[in-house]
């Protein structure tokens, strides 16, 4: 059964640094792995999809890298700004379905 | 078309009431999904429609639940008999490739 962690649960940073977050997972047979980001209260809204295939996406400040064989994946974000304040949940779609399973997320706060 | 919208916004009901949820996904997209989340865990999925035909179903999705996607277009999806432990966001997503772009969601609350 596929499984997704996400480490650390919570982080608090404050502006302009750099930061990592990260995601494991139980199951490399996977499709595409996906990130999104979650203000409170509402919807999710995709940041970045990795193929299987790939190695890493980037988008602005943002940048995912995929190691299927070890299951691991991180979020990379660069001069975080308090705008970045959200909660970011990390997905993977299991080859053999069209489902995603999600991680429980890590709950950003970035202190101007 | 400005993306996946949910209705309502916000439920209150009664337990042992019926609750309905629709979605309206982004025009064009084929495949829709429901998933269920509720506070500090990640979203759960429910099930999972391509067109109008139901492909994959969660074993949360108990026989109290039931989710529809008449013509292929817009999804409801059903509660009967809500409990407590219904309480939750469910969230609806669609996509035609593989990202799923998904609603505001529906904040149901069971008293």
């Known amino acids: 059964k596929q499984e997704v962690t996400q480490i650390p649960a919570a982080l608090s940073v404050p502006e302009g640094e750099n930061l990592v977050l990260n995601c494991s997972f139980t199951d490399s047979a996977i499709y595409n792995l996906q990130w999104f980001r979650q203000d409170p209260g509402k919807g999710l809204t995709s940041l970045l999809l990795?193929?299987?295939?790939?190695r890493e996406q980037t988008s602005g400040r943002l940048n995912a890298s995929l190691d299927k064989s070890s299951g691991r994946s991180t979020l990379y974000i660069a001069a975080s700004q308090p705008g970045d304040s959200a909660t970011y949940l990390c997905?993977?779609?299991?080859?053999?379905?069209?489902?995603?399973?999600f991680g429980k997320g890590t709950k950003l706060s970035v202190k101007p | 078309d400005t993306g996946v919208s949910q209705n309502p916004r916000h439920k209150i009901t009664k337990r042992g009431q019926n609750v309905t949820f629709r979605c309206d996904p982004i025009s064009e997209h084929n495949r829709l999904y429901w998933y269920r989340q509720t506070l500090g865990q990640g979203p759960e999925f429910l099930t999972y429609?391509?067109?109008?035909?139901?492909?994959?179903k969660s074993r949360l999705l108990s026989d109290r639940f039931s989710a529809e996607r008449p013509k292929g277009s817009f999804s409801t999806l059903e509660i009967q008999r809500t409990e407590q432990g219904d309480s939750a966001m469910y969230l609806c997503a669609s996509s035609s490739t593989e990202t799923q772009y998904f609603g505001p969601g529906t904040r149901l609350l069971v008293l």
């Open positions: 429609f391509q067109n109008e035909a139901q492909l994959e």
């Open positions: 997905a993977v779609r299991p080859r053999s379905q069209g489902n995603l399973i």
């Open positions: 990795i193929q299987s295939s790939q």
